[in-house]
């Protein structure tokens, strides 16, 4: 079981606004350190798209963007498009056992 | 060009073991930590190692704390993982990945999937 919880699926339609919710189990996760999101596509491998909870990477469009408050964290998708459809995974450091660990994932369907 | 290829996996029995391998071009490869990830088929990812530029400190996951070993060798931009005493919980696709200062993960390998089965 994660210590960071995220839903396992979100949905929506071309144009909409999503958002994805990552919440840490225990204060070791997720308050003194940063949340980042990876997106994963089909059959590829995970790549940054937030990081320090809110920053974008170049290339990432503004489309994407994260917010934090206290153990949870948050990713929202703007204006949906079909190459959105994803796996969405959230990652921080859990500092009471020296690992790093992920959300579950969230598979985005764009309907 | 920026980039990590990983390399060893395939089809292993149970109680075997192999070892892989992360080829890092394109950066400082000394200058940054370095980690291995891996996803299971159809589940989420998992983090498995990291270690310092340095190779001075490593940690793993409880899941393969005694049976996996991190190294490199920074002469050859390389990062290793060797993994003894291999179980049917141990399939799954290892992606290598460089750790920045922010505790975060910026570049990713394509993976290579190891098989643990009879």
């Known amino acids: 079981q994660s210590v960071l919880t995220q839903p396992p699926s979100v949905s929506g339609a071309p144009g909409q606004r999503v958002t994805i919710s990552c919440t840490g189990s225990?204060?070791?996760?997720?308050?003194?350190?940063?949340v980042h999101w990876y997106q994963q596509l089909p059959g590829t491998a995970p790549k940054l798209l937030i990081y320090g909870n809110y920053n974008r990477p170049s290339g990432v469009p503004d489309r994407f963007s994260g917010s934090k408050s206290g153990t949870s964290a948050s990713l929202a998708i703007s204006g949906l498009q079909a190459e959105d459809e994803a796996d969405y995974y959230c990652?921080?450091?859990?500092?009471?056992?020296?690992?790093?660990?992920f959300g579950g994932g969230t598979k985005l369907t764009v309907l | 060009e920026v980039q990590l290829v990983e390399s060893g996996g395939g089809l292993v029995q149970p109680g075997g073991s192999l070892r892989l391998s992360c080829v890092a071009s394109?950066?400082?490869?000394?200058?940054?930590?370095m980690n291995w990830v891996r996803q299971a088929p159809g589940k989420g990812l998992e983090w498995v190692s990291v270690i310092s530029g340095s190779a001075d400190s490593t940690y793993y996951a409880d899941s393969v704390k005694g049976r996996f070993t991190i190294s490199r060798d920074n002469s050859k931009n390389t990062l290793y993982l060797q993994m003894n005493s291999l179980r049917a919980e141990d399939t799954a696709v290892y992606y290598c990945?460089?750790?920045?200062?922010?505790?975060?993960?910026?570049?990713w390998g394509r993976g290579t999937l190891v098989t643990v089965s009879s």
């Open positions: 225990s204060p070791s996760v997720g308050t003194t350190y940063d």
């Open positions: 990945a460089k750790r920045t200062s922010g505790w975060y993960f910026d570049l």
């Open positions: 990652q921080s450091f859990d500092s009471s056992r020296s690992i790093w660990v």
């Open positions: 394109g950066f400082t490869f000394s200058s940054y930590a």
